[in-house]
C-alpha cells in the first residue's frame, strides 16, 4: 500500500469516530443510550454538551501522532 | 472605585497592550502581512485560531442562547467544534503544504482558472461581511452597557483600534494580539463561571459542577432545572425540541460551514509546515473547548439562578442588576395581573415581540410599556438572551473588578474575530481581485499597500454595519456557514482528494450550492417568513441546516460534470500530487 492509501484508511476510521460520538451519540440513538448517567446527566446529553468536544480533541492528537509515523515512514 | 471608573482602566490597559503589541510585530513584506511570514509558533497559533473562530456572539450570546434552547443548544456546542476535526485532518495540512497566501489562491490554481478565482472571492467577501457586521454590533453593545458612552461612539472607538493593529500589523499584527486577546477572553469567561458554579454546587469545576448535586441537597442541578422549567410551561431542558433531522442537518452544517471560513483557513497558513498546521488545529481546539465546554454550564447555571431570583418575587426586592438591565432596554416587565409580582413562565408577555418603552414609570418605579399584552400567556417578564453573559458577575454578586474584566473580556472577542476578517477580506482584494486577476503587474510594494487600504475601506463598512444594523443581522448568521459549507468546503476537498475533478466541475458545483442556499435562506427568512416552518420546508430543514443540502448537491454536480469534461491539465495532477506529499 502506498503513504496515501494508508494515510485515507487512517482518515476514515477516525471520521467514523467523529461520526459515532457527535451524530450518533448526540443525535441519532440519543434516546437509546440515555438509560447510563454520568452524575446527573444522561449519557445522550453529556456527549450533545461535553463529551463529544473531548473526543474530537482526541481524535486530532490521535491522527496527528499516526500520520507523522507513516510520514516518518515514507520519507526514508 | 465605581464600577465604570475600573471598567475604563481595565479596556484602556488592555487596548494599550494591544496597540503596543501591534508595532512591535508590524508588517515589512506582503509574506507578513498575509501569513505572519509564516513562522508562527504552532500553539500560539492555536490560541490566536481560538481568538480568531470565538466571537462576540461565542463570547457574549451562546450561553444565554443556550439558556433558552436548552438540549437544542448543542447544535452550536458540537457543529461550532467538530468543524475543526475536518479541518486538522482533511484541509489544513494541505492547503498549508500548497504554501500560498489565500484560499482563493488555491482554488484559482488547483482549478486553473481565474473565474474559479474569483467566484471563491465572491463566496468569501459575503460569508466574511455577515460576520463582521455581528462583531461591531456586539462592541457597541459592550460600550453602551459599560461605559455608557452611545453606542456609535463604541463602534467608532472599535474601529479606530481595529484599524491601527489590522492595517499596520497585518496578520503577523492580529496573531500576537489575539494571543493576547485570547487570554484576558478566557479569564474573564471562566472567573464568573466559577464562582457561580461554587455558589450553586460547591464545585470549583463548571463542567463538573454542571453534573453535580444542589448544595445541601440531594437533587442534581439538571435534574432541579428540567423540573422548574416544566413547571413554568416550558419544554424539558434535557430533550430535543426540533425534529432530530433538523437538528442533524444543522449540526453539520455548522461543522463543514466551520471547516470552509476562510477567516479559520488561513491562520493555518501562517505555521512553519503541515505537521504543525495539524498539531496547532488541536490546539486551537482545546482552547476553544474551555469556554464550549463552559458555555451549556454557564447557561443552566444562569437560568435556574434568574428564575429563582425573579419568579414570584415583589418588584421592589428586585435585585439591581433587573433594574440596571431594565434601565437599558433588554429586560422588562408588564404587571398583568396587577399583584406587584413579577411572574415568569413560557410564552410572550406581549404581543410584539420586543418591549417598546413609554418614558414614564409606574407606581413601583418600573417603565411603563405600550406593548398589547398578551392574553394567552401569564408570564410578565421579558428578558433578552444576549445578556445572560454580562449580568452573570452581577447576578452571582461577584466584586466589580469582575464585571469591569467581562467587559473588557466582550471586547477582546469581538475585536479579535473583526481583526481576522477585515484580514482575509482585504488580502483577498489585493491579492486575488488586484495582483492575480486584474494588475499582475503591480509590485509587492503596490500590493501591500493596497492590502492596507483594503482593510482600511473594510473597517469603515463593517463600521457603518455596527452604527446602522440592518434588521436582518441575527438573521443572516446561518448565511455564513450555509454558504461556506455549500460552497468553499467541497471546492477545497475535491481540490486534495480527487486529482481529476476539472475547473468546469468547481465553477458549477460553488454556482449550484451557492444559488441554491441563497434562494433558500432568501425565501423563508425575506420573501415568505410566515412560511418559515416545518410543513413547508424541503424534507423538514430549516434554513439553517439548508447548506448541507446545497454541499450534497454541490458535490453530486462536482462528480456529474467532473465525467463530461476533460481531464485537468498534467501540471495540476502533479500539484495535487505534491501537496499529498508529506
Known amino acids: 500500500m502506498t503513504f496515501w492509501q494508508k494515510n485515507l484508511i487512517l482518515l476514515s476510521s477516525l471520521l467514523f469516530f467523529w461520526f459515532l460520538c457527535s451524530f450518533g451519540f448526540g443525535i441519532l440513538f440519543s434516546e437509546y443510550i440515555s438509560f447510563m448517567k454520568i452524575g446527573g446527566f444522561e449519557l445522550g446529553f453529556w456527549f450533545s454538551q461535553q463529551g463529544s468536544i473531548y473526543v474530537f480533541i482526541i481524535l486530532i492528537f490521535t491522527y496527528s501522532y499516526l500520520v507523522e509515523r507513516l510520514e516518518r515512514k515514507e520519507k526514508k | ?582
Open chain 2, 1 to 582: 472605585m465605581e464600577a465604570q471608573t475600573l471598567t475604563y482602566i481595565f479596556v484602556g490597559l488592555s487596548f494599550a497592550l494591544y496597540i503596543s503589541i501591534a508595532i512591535a510585530s508590524r508588517a515589512k513584506s506582503t509574506n507578513d502581512f498575509y501569513v505572519a511570514g509564516k513562522g508562527v509558533n504552532p500553539v500560539a497559533n492555536g490560541m490566536a485560531t481560538a481568538a480568531d473562530w470565538m466571537s462576540a456572539a461565542s463570547f457574549l450570546s451562546m450561553a444565554g442562547l443556550i439558556a433558552f434552547l436548552g438540549r437544542d443548544g448543542s447544535v452550536y456546542l458540537m457543529g461550532w467544534t467538530g468543524g475543526y476535526v475536518l479541518l486538522a485532518l482533511l484541509l489544513a495540512p494541505y492547503l498549508r503544504k500548497y504554501g500560498k497566501y489565500t484560499v482563493p489562491d488555491f482554488i484559482g490554481e488547483r482549478y486553473y482558472s481565474n473565474v474559479a478565482r474569483v467566484v471563491a472571492v465572491i463566496c468569501l467577501i459575503f460569508i466574511s461581511f455577515t460576520y463582521i457586521a455581528g462583531q461591531m454590533r456586539g462592541v457597541g453593545i459592550v460600550f453602551s452597557r459599560f461605559l455608557e458612552v452611545e453606542i456609535e461612539m463604541g463602534v467608532f472607538i472599535g474601529m479606530g483600534i481595529v484599524f491601527i493593529y489590522a492595517v499596520l500589523g497585518g496578520m503577523k499584527g492580529i496573531t500576537y494580539t489575539q494571543v493576547a486577546q485570547y487570554c484576558v477572553m478566557i479569564f474573564a469567561y471562566l472567573v464568573p463561571a466559577i464562582f457561580l458554579s461554587i455558589m450553586l454546587t460547591g464545585n470549583p469545576i463548571p463542567q463538573l459542577g454542571f453534573g453535580d448535586k444542589l448544595l445541601n441537597s440531594d437533587i442534581y442541578l439538571i435534574n432541579k432545572l428540567d423540573k422548574t422549567i416544566i413547571d413554568l410551561g416550558f419544554s424539558p431542558y434535557t430533550e430535543y425540541s426540533k425534529s432530530l433531522i433538523d437538528i442533524f442537518c444543522i449540526t453539520a452544517a455548522l461543522m463543514f460551514g466551520t471547516a470552509g471560513l476562510p477567516h479559520v483557513i488561513v491562520r493555518f497558513f501562517t505555521v512553519p509546515n503541515m505537521q504543525a498546521a495539524r498539531r496547532s488545529a488541536g490546539y486551537a481546539l482545546v482552547f476553544i473547548a474551555i469556554l464550549y465546554t463552559t458555555a451549556p454550564a454557564v447557561a443552566s447555571f444562569a437560568r435556574l439562578n434568574f428564575i429563582d431570583s425573579v419568579q414570584n418575587t415583589f418588584y421592589e426586592d428586585a435585585p439591581d442588576w433587573f433594574r440596571n438591565w431594565e434601565n437599558i432596554g433588554l429586560i422588562s416587565w408588564m404587571d398583568k395581573n396587577q399583584d406587584g409580582k413579577m411572574q415568569y413562565s413560557s410564552g410572550s408577555p406581549f404581543v410584539e415581540s420586543r418591549p417598546i418603552f413609554t418614558d414614564k414609570r409606574g407606581s413601583l418605579g418600573q417603565r411603563l410599556l405600550e406593548n398589547e399584552a398578551n392574553t394567552s400567556s401569564s408570564n410578565e417578564v421579558y428578558l433578552d438572551r444576549d445578556i445572560i453573559v454580562l449580568a452573570n458577575p452581577e447576578i452571582a454578586n461577584l466584586p466589580i473588578w469582575v464585571i469591569a474584566l467581562v467587559a473588557a473580556g466582550g471586547l477582546a472577542a469581538a475585536l479579535s474575530t473583526a481583526a481576522g476578517l477585515l484580514l482575509v477580506i482585504s488580502s483577498s482584494i489585493s491579492h486575488d481581485l488586484m495582483k492575480q486577476t486584474f494588475m499582475p503587474q503591480i509590485t509587492e510594494k503596490k500590493e501591500l499597500l493596497y492590502a492596507r487600504l483594503a482593510a482600511g475601506i473594510t473597517i469603515l463598512l463593517a463600521g457603518l454595519l455596527g452604527i446602522f444594523p440592518p434588521a436582518f443581522v441575527a438573521q443572516v448568521v446561518a448565511f455564513a456557514f450555509g454558504l461556506a459549507a455549500s460552497t468553499l468546503f467541497p471546492v477545497l476537498f475535491m481540490g486534495i482528494f480527487s486529482k481529476k475533478t476539472t475547473k468546469e466541475a468547481a465553477i458549477g458545483g460553488m454556482l449550484t450550492g451557492l444559488v441554491f442556499t441563497f434562494s433558500y435562506i432568501v425565501f423563508f427568512k425575506f420573501i415568505s417568513p410566515e412560511l418559515n416552518n416545518s410543513d413547508y420546508w424541503f424534507l423538514g430543514i430549516s434554513p439553517e441546516g439548508i447548506g448541507v443540502i446545497g454541499m450534497i448537491l454541490n458535490f453530486l454536480i462536482m462528480l456529474l460534470v467532473t465525467k463530461s469534461s476533460k481531464n485537468p491539465p498534467e501540471s495540476v495532477m502533479d500539484l495535487v500530487e505534491t501537496i499529498r506529499r508529506p
